[in-house]
């Protein structure tokens, strides 16, 4: 199994955490301590020597701040984990916060004291992040304080080893151009932003860049280092050779200097203390890097990541290695969604399913001889009043079983060597209430909605998001989540900057992968959400039209569950959709299925008009 069950945040640990912590402060004359869910990075996917503030508090979702003070602490979470987060802290000790409506910067404004000293490691905030907190500090009246050690590094008596997963070459089969070509349109990306090099902190650009794939946080294939690409060609790649079988290592000499991650400071110092321009990117890039160059006589260039538009674009071999993963992960997700069917309620448990989904997962990928190398994140199995935990993650602690009456929201994905996957359905157990069904259909009402939108050139994530939520606007409903993220060929299944969101700045750009995913929750009795990935094509003329126009492909391939649907609810416009994308999953899966399961899908897939 890719996933483990076994929860190891334990609640009652933050007491005498957040005491050592105290104490340390005081030695240290500081008020107080900030601790994001970041690394060096800044990434969502962190090793699990960089899990901090899990380890402070308790709280394991992929965003999250404490602040600890010397009688008070508090942790911030957003509208994912409010439910998630009364269960994995300790109330006694910290009183949440809302990430979304009053973040970090805006309560430090307006609580932190006058003349208080607030400590931070500079390693794991950006620029961006720092210059917001040190607003509001002075705002306050008081100061931000960078420390050189990280005090829960040293409270942290059994904290993890840096990880050393082994880097492989990404074919060029699969990544479609060759990492030198990668390189030299970075090079000139650099020149454009007039800077004389660039550090690239994000391993994904780092991993697409060089076309190499690694192991070094769960379910996402990224080695962790840092990389500075020059102008003049003379690129540096720091990161621990020990990771680096012969054949990679005589691949990546081809193409940078390459050296020791301990080395990257003295690198940047060097640059800066001869005049470099260093380009980084203020909401990837750590504070740090921008005090090393600053401090030592360089020039910071205030730019985007080079690497993120090209890696977010994807070429014609990542999308076609996207559509055949999705078809092998479609089978997959058909003999599960086969195998449920047939199962009794209150039988089987959460564990139970996951462990089932994988396990398909790999037979088709065997059979296939495209072999699944990793699940694309911890799977949410949610039975009943877990499926309104958005990211609920399934532990023996909670496991539960799938009871007659309540729906089961399932959300996973898969890493293939191809392409990366995500898709969540939501099946009842049992007779569904009338209810259910009506809020099942106008979430997907709002998937539809993005499936079928045209839009110019120029829109933004931010102004299609309420496409998806309309339907369920019109009955007072919503859901506190984004309706789409990024995702990665082969890497991460959260990847930035595309995203459908209220805060979905980027355009949409021809090749973006996204995630298109609207959901209702009802908190502590179920959660709907549908989510399928789509692609953004080539704009094209429409018949009358003025403007050229991009759409979407939709790259997943799964029935929708008919006991859930309400006809009577959807457009003739949406019913036409949902015939004809059944159709598609048909003609794609199943050939790929046989038996009981192909009888099934042929059931499933039956037209509605």
């Known amino acids: ?79 994912r984990y409010t439910l998630q987060v009364r269960d994995q802290v300790d109330l006694g000790v910290f009183a949440i916060e809302s990430l979304i409506d ?85 090079v000139q990306a650099i020149e454009k932003q007039k800077a004389t090099h660039a550090v690239l902190t994000d391993p994904s650009s780092i991993a697409w860049a060089f076309n190499i ?28 050779k020990r990771k680096l079988p012969t054949e990679t290592e005589a691949y990546l000499t081809q193409l940078a200097d390459l050296r020791a991650p301990a080395r990257l400071e003295s690198a940047v110092v060097e640059l800066a203390r001869s005049g470099a321009a260093v380009s980084l990117d203020p909401v990837l890039a750590a504070d740090r890097l921008r005090a090393l160059v600053e401090d030592n006589g360089g020039t910071v260039i205030s730019a985007p990541d080079p690497a993120r538009i090209p890696r977010a674009t994807k070429n014609k071999a990542e999308i076609q290695g996207a559509r055949a993963a999705h078809r092998r992960d479609g089978a997959a997700i058909a003999k599960m969604l086969c195998w449920l069917d047939v199962q009794k309620p209150d039988t089987i448990d959460e564990i139970a399913t996951v462990t089932q989904l994988e396990g398909f997962r790999r037979a088709v990928g065997e059979e296939t001889q495209m072999p699944l190398r990793d699940v694309s994140f911890s799977t949410i199995s949610g039975s009943g009043p877990n499926g309104a935990i958005m990211h609920y993650r399934v532990s023996r602690a909670t496991n539960r079983k799938l009871c007659d009456g309540e729906l089961f929201l399932l959300d996973s994905g898969a ?42 050139a120029g829109t933004r994530g931010a102004d299609i998001d309420a496409v998806a939520r309309l339907a369920l606007w019109k009955h007072g409903l ?32 021809e090749g973006m992968i996204l995630s298109n995913e609207p959901g209702y929750y009802k908190p502590g009795h179920y959660g709907i959400r549908l989510e399928n990935l789509i692609i953004v094509t080539a704009a094209e003329q429409l018949p009358d039209g003025d403007i050229a126009m991009h759409g979407f492909e939709t790259l997943t391939l799964a029935p929708f569950d008919r006991r859930m649907l309400r006809a009577d609810l959807l457009m003739p416009e949406e019913l036409v959709w949902l015939d004809a994308y059944h159709a598609r999953v048909l003609a794609e899966i199943g050939p790929m299925v046989d038996g009981e399961t192909l009888k099934w899908l042929e059931a499933a897939t039956a037209p509605l008009a």
């Open 1 to 79: 199994m890719f996933q483990s069950f076994d929860d190891v945040s334990d609640a009652t640990l933050g007491a005498a955490r957040v005491a050592g912590l105290r104490e340390w402060l005081a030695a240290n004359d500081l008020d107080g301590f900030i601790v994001p869910r970041s690394d060096e990075h800044q990434g969502e996917y962190v090793a699990p020597g960089s899990e901090r503030l899990k380890w402070l508090t308790g709280f394991s979702g992929s965003a999250g701040v404490a602040i600890v003070l010397a009688k008070q602490a508090y942790i911030f979470v957003d509208g």
């Open 102 to 186: 009053n973040p970090p910067p805006s309560w430090i404004e307006n609580n932190l004291g006058k003349g208080a000293r607030l400590g931070f490691d500079p390693w794991l905030h950006t620029i961006s992040d720092v210059k917001a907190l040190k607003a509001a500090a002075e705002k306050a009246g008081a100061a931000l304080v960078a420390v050189e050690r990280n005090p829960i590094d040293q409270l942290w008596q059994d904290r993890p080893k840096p990880p050393l997963a082994a880097v492989e070459i990404h074919p060029i089969a699969f990544a479609g151009e060759l990492a030198k070509d990668k390189l030299a349109r970075l």
């Open 213 to 240: 794939r690694g192991g070094d946080v769960p379910h996402t294939p990224l080695a962790l280092g840092f990389a500075i690409l020059a102008a003049d060609g003379a690129h540096q790649l720091f990161m621990d």
């Open 415 to 456: 890493q293939y060597q191809d392409g990366t996957t995500d898709i969540t359905r939501t099946i009842p157990v049992g007779q569904p209430t009338e209810e259910m069904r009506e809020r099942y259909t106008l979430v997907l009402k709002g998937m539809i909605g993005i499936s079928l939108l045209r839009f110019p």
């Open 478 to 509: 919503d859901y506190a989540h984004g309706t789409g993220h990024g995702v990665g060929s082969y890497l991460a299944v959260h990847e930035g900057p595309q995203r459908i969101a209220k805060t979905g700045t980027e355009k949409l750009l």
